[in-house]
């Protein structure tokens, strides 16, 4: 499985990006698409995944109500709109895919994600 993702740039506080990330190759072995990201000098950390059919959609709390993740599953592709964004939304957002069942209890962890696509930047300006 590859995973592309794209959308990242620079932005204003308060401004908005759309992020995607376009899922190829054995995708029915993935369950769905999500997204982490990394601050400098920061651990990667979890923001947001969904299951390939919607029913699925852990947020982390701090950017729930400011971010919207969504699926195109015909597409295999995943958007993360980004509302309302702030400085220290600053980082290298990567989208992971799990192979594996995922719920709350283990979403948030890096562990239950198999792929991982390369980073797109995003940088917000105070």
């Known amino acids: 499985v590859q995973l592309q993702a794209s959308g990242g740039g620079l932005v204003q506080t308060g401004g908005s990006l759309r992020l995607s990330c376009a899922a190829s190759?054995?995708?029915?072995?993935?369950?769905?698409l999500g997204w982490f990201r990394q601050a400098p000098g920061k651990e990667r950390e979890f923001v947001s995944v969904?299951?390939?059919?919607?029913?699925?959609?852990y947020y982390k709390a701090s950017i729930q109500g400011r971010f919207t993740i969504s699926t195109d599953s015909s597409k295999a592709t995943v958007y993360l709109q980004m509302n309302n964004l702030r400085p220290e939304d600053t980082a290298v957002y990567y989208c992971?895919?799990?192979?594996?069942?995922?719920?709350?209890?283990?979403?948030?962890?890096?562990?239950?994600?198999?792929?991982w696509g390369q980073g797109t930047q995003v940088t917000v300006s105070s």
């Open positions: 992971a895919a799990p192979a594996r069942f995922f719920d709350s209890s283990n979403a948030e962890s890096r562990t239950t994600y198999d792929y």
């Open positions: 190759g054995d995708t029915y072995t993935t369950t769905g």
């Open positions: 969904i299951s390939w059919i919607g029913d699925k959609i």
